[in-house]
């Protein structure tokens, strides 16, 4: 969420400037449900990913590195794990198994989903995961998601962890079977205990949320260390936001930029975003311009919105690299076009100004709508200014009051005044008395503060 820095003002003067945004938007990802479900956006610290997505599949952290943080003792024992002492040759069925997963890489679909089917109801359970896998993804036959559920349900219910964590994102996913917080939650448990680190990954999201269990942060941070000392970036990320947020533990912004810089250096986009706010900021690193547009770019050109934005203003102002308009307006395009209404208002003052493209009025007019559409309050609020006095637009007193009254509800000071003196206006209007005209703007849309 973004954190408004509009000056008070009064009348309808233009905004001066935009809000400090510093929650940072994880990219896009949808894998299928029986990799991992499909995105659902974790809970967002004041900068950076709080919680995890639903794909815990990401960068991996050197395993040098990983070892080095420490795991919580109620996790760190020695646990039982699926399969101790059982020799999977020995099972009946396994010999359909493995010839079903050789024609399965030779590409032979069919083939193996047959013979993956009749080891499954020999009843091996790694046979009938695999075989609930080709049905979820519809390999070799059509996609059935509740079939899928019930073979998986059968393996879970032997205990192999794979299945088990699986049965809890059909859970959490409603795929195959209606959605159950708590039954999700429970099979996640399951599979965590016998030290399956995609499972407590997804156990810590339940902790985090209070999703099927009672929040608890402490737990969350927990589990999210023990998936970071198995490798997992994404953890190590959100364990940096905790430490600097305070959740679970002290606020310590020390540890959480060492957490920031062990998930940047794997190529984790938000530990790259997270540790550039930090040195953007000054949080727990002494400021450096420089090294914030280091990884604002890493994480810009991984596809995070938000960094994309910033490092467009980085190259507009010259903050930590040397200025280039041209450059800067490249980056604020590509924000723009992610849906950032940050980089859509910015834009506008580009073709206003001239700054890095050539002044266009009407594309000026057309980003600034743009960031209005998107509900951005300081575009709300100055794209009123231009339906008032007609420019770039036809005038339109009723559009702009109307815009007026969507950044007042957003919560904008200068439109809450600016709608209060054409409230005391037509009450002096009805009353015969002589009104003054409201003050002409002062400024244009500028690019706020990093």
């Not at 070799?140 to 794979?162: I, V």
């Not at 995609?198 to 608890?216: I, M, P, S, T």
């Not at 600097?244 to 533990?249: A, I, M, N, S, T």
């Not at 919560?411 to 054409?422: N, S, T």
């Amino acid at each position: 969420m973004a954190e408004r820095n509009w000056r008070p003002g009064w009348g309808w003067g233009l905004v001066l400037g935009l809000a400090l945004c510093t929650a940072c938007v994880a990219p896009a990802s949808k894998p299928g449900p029986t990799a991992s479900a499909s995105a659902t956006p974790a809970a967002q610290a004041a900068q950076g990913f709080l919680g995890g997505e639903d794909n815990p599949a990401l960068t991996a952290l050197p395993p040098q590195v990983a070892k080095k943080i420490p795991v919580p003792a109620s996790l760190a024992k020695n646990r039982p794990t699926w399969g101790q002492g059982r020799k999977l040759a020995e099972q009946p069925g396994f010999k359909e198994y493995s010839e079903g997963l050789r024609l399965g890489q030779a590409g032979d679909m069919a083939g193996s989903l047959k013979l993956l089917a009749q080891a499954a109801e020999r009843g091996l359970a790694e046979a009938q995961y695999e075989y609930s896998l080709r049905l979820a993804q519809g390999l070799g036959t059509e996609a059935d998601p509740q079939l899928s559920f019930t073979y998986l349900e059968k393996a879970a219910r032997q205990g192999l962890p794979e299945a088990q964590t699986n049965l809890g994102i059909y859970y959490r996913r409603a795929f195959g079977v209606g959605a159950d917080a708590k039954r999700s939650a429970q099979w996640f448990q399951k599979a965590a205990a016998q030290g399956d680190p995609k499972a407590a990954y997804f156990l810590a999201d339940c902790y985090e949320r209070g999703n099927g269990v009672e929040q608890n942060y402490r737990l969350a941070l927990d589990y999210y260390l023990f998936c970071a000392h198995h490798g997992n970036a994404s953890a190590c990320n959100t364990i940096g936001a905790y430490y600097q947020r305070g959740l679970g533990v002290p606020a310590d912004l020390k540890k959480a930029v060492s957490y920031y810089r062990l998930a940047a250096e794997a190529g984790f986009s938000g530990g790259q975003f997270n540790l550039a706010q930090c040195y953007a900021q000054g949080w727990g690193v002494e400021p450096n311009p420089k090294e914030a547009t280091k990884y604002y770019a890493l994480a810009a050109q991984a596809g995070v919105t938000l960094a994309q934005y910033k490092l467009g203003l980085a190259y507009l102002e010259g903050t930590g690299v040397e200025r280039n308009p041209q450059e800067g307006v490249k980056w604020l395009l590509e924000a723009a076009n992610h849906g950032s209404e940050l980089a859509a208002f910015a834009l506008a003052r580009c073709y206003m100004h001239g700054d890095g493209v050539a002044r266009d009025p009407q594309k000026e007019v057309e980003w600034l709508s743009k960031a209005a559409q998107m509900k951005y309050p300081p575009a709300l609020y100055t794209l009123a200014v231009y339906y008032r006095d007609g420019r770039g637009v036809q005038a339109d007193f009723a559009k702009a009051t109307q815009l007026l009254r969507e950044a007042a509800i957003m919560g904008m000071p200068e439109a809450i005044a600016a709608l209060k003196l054409i409230e005391e206006s037509s009450k002096a209007q009805e009353k015969g008395e002589a009104t003054k005209a409201a003050p002409a703007p002062s400024a244009a849309p500028q690019a706020g503060a990093k």
